[in-house]
């Protein structure tokens, strides 16, 4: 892993060692919500339905939990006496593209954190999520959760990130990062975040309750199009780099329809609304393409980005 960046590093003086639980702790987000969270002095617990335990080689208390379900929350919940949670939801693997189910485990989960008499709870949404036109069916439940959540009573903040790096590498998505390229769904100006400054961000909410508690902040680390994506990775490399299309637009309008017109959203309309500007209000070193490349550290194939010098 490289190096960790500052921001959240100086909470852990200020309220040392409570106890966090992050639902779906194994994810692309739920991985760095861990790493940021313990790097500003939080316990952290993770919940993962594996009893491998690859949690605790990150520092985190791996609780076996499917944290779609109620009666596993309510057990997590006992088990670890966290009064503090970071909930995710997902459409497309675990409530298996149903905004119903989405909507149903998210339910559960803030049900959950009610019961157990959570202080506060941390839900990941989408930013503009409810802008987006019709067919953008994967971010539905996440308007109808943020209003369940404020009619709940259950003390929360809102992250609301813009597209992660990390779909830069993604090679469950056919998008493994390669030497040399950089490919994306969209060549255009897009709004990019860190996963990792998720995490930053919800270690600065949960330790300044009397501040987020209530409040919604959208997560927009950096704003670029993919040529600017592409000179980052250069710069970071030392040697070229081509920004291509992952599939022709004809392609992605025919058989990404969902993702299309999400896309559409960033492309004709500009959006979503929120700015790096406005991040770095509350989070100043929010990492940029150039960052994340150099925090990634390297291809989907292993291999370092920026190759160690060799020993004299
Ligand atoms: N991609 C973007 O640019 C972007 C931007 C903004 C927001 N988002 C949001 O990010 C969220 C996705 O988060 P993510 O990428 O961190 O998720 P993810 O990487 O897809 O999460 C994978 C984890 O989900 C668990 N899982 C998979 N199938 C499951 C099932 N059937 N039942 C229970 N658990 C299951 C597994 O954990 P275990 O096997 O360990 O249990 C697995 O490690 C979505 O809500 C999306 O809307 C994405």
């Given at each position: 892993m490289n190096q960790p960046f500052t921001t959240t590093q100086s909470?852990?003086?200020?309220k040392p060692f409570e106890k966090v639980l992050v639902l779906n702790a194994t994810g692309k987000v739920g991985r760095q919500v861990c790493r940021a969270l313990r790097e500003a002095g939080f316990e952290v617990f993770g919940?993962?339905?594996?009893?491998?335990?690859?949690?605790?080689?990150?520092?985190v208390k791996a609780v076996v939990c499917n944290y779609t379900l109620r009666a596993d929350l309510d057990q997590a919940?006992?088990?670890?006496?966290?009064?503090?949670?970071?909930?995710i939801t997902d459409f497309f693997a675990a409530a298996k593209k149903s905004v119903d189910l989405e909507f149903a485990q998210g339910c559960a989960a803030i049900d959950a954190a009610k019961a157990a008499g959570v202080d506060h709870l941390i839900f990941m949404s989408v930013a503009d999520a409810e802008f987006f036109d019709e067919h953008v069916t994967h971010l539905k439940a996440k308007v109808a959760l943020e209003k369940y959540l404020k009619q709940s009573g259950v003390p929360f903040s809102i992250l609301r990130p813009c597209a992660f790096f990390e779909n830069l590498d993604d090679a469950a998505n056919f998008n493994p990062l390669k030497k040399g390229v950089v490919k994306f769904l969209s060549t255009q100006d897009c709004k990019y975040c860190a996963t990792y400054d998720i995490g930053r961000a919800?270690?600065?909410?949960l330790t300044h309750p009397q501040q987020w508690l209530g409040k919604?902040?959208?997560?927009?680390?950096?704003?670029?199009?993919?040529?600017?994506?592409?000179a980052a990775l250069s710069k970071v490399t030392g040697a070229?780099?081509?920004?291509?299309?992952?599939?022709?637009?004809?392609?992605?309008?025919?058989?990404?329809k969902d993702l299309h017109h999400m896309f559409l959203y960033y492309e004709v309309q500009k959006g979503p609304r929120g700015t790096p500007q406005?991040?770095?209000?509350?989070?100043p070193d929010a990492l940029s393409a150039e960052d994340w490349f150099r925090f990634h550290g390297q291809y989907a194939n292993g291999e370092k980005i920026v190759p160690l010098a060799p020993a004299h």
């Open positions: 909470l852990s003086a200020t919940t993962t339905r594996s009893t491998s335990n690859t949690l605790a080689r990150q520092g919940f006992a088990k670890t006496g966290a009064k503090k949670v970071f909930v919800a270690a600065i909410q919604t902040l959208d997560v927009v680390g950096w704003q670029g199009d993919l040529s600017q994506v592409a070229p780099v081509k920004a291509k299309l992952a599939m022709p637009i004809f392609l992605r309008r025919l058989f990404m406005d991040f770095k209000k509350v989070l």
